[in-house]
């Protein structure tokens, strides 16, 4: 189920960038009303909380910072396979973007208030926003990790349009391509992953009865 969820993604996130970039002539209708309506009741507290994400989800702290960060408290908590199935998600996931940036070469609103790089859809930081909140709830599938992955996926996603930096549709874009990443790669590790629990949780077990 979870391949099926993650092609399903991934093949959601390709046809839409197919249908924003090449099937319209100008910029997609619902993009174009997104940003001229952000443009208009744009506030500084919007670009405050914006600029605060774009620094968290983008450069050094993003490629190096989070990643590891993230590493290092899986192997805090004993957990190195689940620490190597977030660190392969992250280097799929920052790979999957650049290759449809590259494929797709979508260009920028004009009015974007930040410098990026190149190719608009789908938006890295929103993919990486999806990766860390689909990590985290595939290695501690619970509730609240859900309702707190969507509510940053959806915090991530809102601030690039603050900054005018991407289109809604590219934010979209790059949830679908983070989240199907993570599901692919977990249908397939998941169960390697999930062993690791399985044998600290014998190791216990056999401790206790000694």
């Known amino acids: 189920m979870l391949l099926w969820w993650g092609?399903?993604?991934?093949?959601?996130?390709?046809a839409l960038g197919a249908v924003v970039v090449l099937t319209s002539p100008q910029t997609f209708g619902f993009d174009r009303w997104w940003n001229e309506t952000i443009v208009r009741i744009r506030a500084d507290?919007?670009?405050?909380?914006?600029?605060v994400?774009?620094?968290?989800?983008?450069?050094?702290?993003a490629i190096l910072g989070v990643p590891l960060l993230a590493i290092l408290i899986l192997l805090l908590l004993r957990r190195w396979r689940g620490a190597l199935f977030a660190a392969i998600c992250f280097l799929a996931?920052?790979?999957?973007?650049?290759?449809?940036?590259?494929?797709?070469?979508?260009?920028?609103?004009?009015?974007?208030?930040?410098?990026?790089d190149y190719g608009s859809f789908p938006s890295g930081h929103t993919a990486n926003a999806a990766t860390i909140a689909v990590v985290v709830w595939v290695l501690f599938p619970r509730v609240w990790t859900a309702i707190?992955?969507?509510?940053?996926?959806?915090?991530?996603?809102?601030?690039?349009t603050f900054l005018s930096v991407h289109w809604a549709t590219d934010t979209l874009g790059g949830a679908l391509v983070g989240a199907g990443?993570?599901?692919?790669?977990?249908?397939?590790?998941?169960?390697?992953?999930?062993?690791?629990?399985a044998d600290r949780a014998a190791r216990a077990d056999r401790l206790s009865q000694t």
Do not use: E, H, Y
Request: proline share 3%; charged share 10%.
């Open 53 to 61: 994400l774009n620094w968290i989800g983008g450069g050094w702290v």
């Open 45 to 51: 507290w919007m670009l405050d909380f914006a600029l």
């Open 93 to 116: 996931s920052a790979g999957a973007v650049q290759l449809l940036k590259n494929i797709f070469g979508r260009a920028r609103p004009d009015d974007m208030l930040v410098v990026s």
């Open 7 to 14: 092609v399903a993604c991934l093949l959601l996130a390709t």
């Open 148 to 160: 707190a992955g969507a509510v940053w996926v959806l915090a991530m996603a809102l601030s690039r």
């Open 181 to 197: 990443v993570v599901l692919a790669l977990a249908a397939w590790l998941l169960p390697w992953v999930r062993a690791d629990v």
